[in-house]
């Protein structure tokens, strides 16, 4: 069974930086997009940034704009999300996501629309 493990995470202060990891328990013959969300206590998830199954477009959400970066390395299963210049509100716990998906060049921008997610991981950023 297919399971997504995530890593990396924790406390920083504001401007700081982290890396996320999300890895793919099992090689998939179908492709995938992936994405990642972050979720508050009290409130929905939120996509924050997205990729197509066959790599070729990416999106994020405006509020990470020119700060996070999300990339894939399909050799290793793992998809990565790098976050940089890290505010106070970027603080929530963070889930990747995977989605079987033929149409090559989609992003899923719901979290309905995902099949599997990791374990989640906590981000916390200090002002």
């Known amino acids: 069974q297919l399971q997504l493990v995530q890593s990396g995470g924790g406390l920083v202060q504001a401007g700081g930086s982290l890396r996320l990891s999300c890895t793919v328990s099992i090689s998939l013959v179908l492709p995938y997009a992936m994405g990642w969300f972050r979720q508050v206590p009290g409130k929905d998830r939120e996509f924050v940034a997205g990729l197509s199954a066959n790599n070729a477009r990416t999106t994020s959400t405006d509020s990470v704009k020119g700060r996070f970066t999300i990339s894939r390395d399909n050799a290793k299963n793992t998809m990565y999300l790098q976050m940089n210049s890290l505010k106070p509100e970027d603080t929530a716990v963070y889930y990747c996501?995977?989605?079987?998906?033929?149409?090559?060049?989609?992003?899923?921008?719901?979290?309905?629309?995902?099949?599997?997610w990791g374990q989640g991981t906590q981000v916390a950023v200090s002002s």
């Open positions: 996501g995977a989605k079987a998906s033929w149409a090559l060049y989609n992003i899923y921008q719901q979290s309905d629309d995902y099949e599997y």
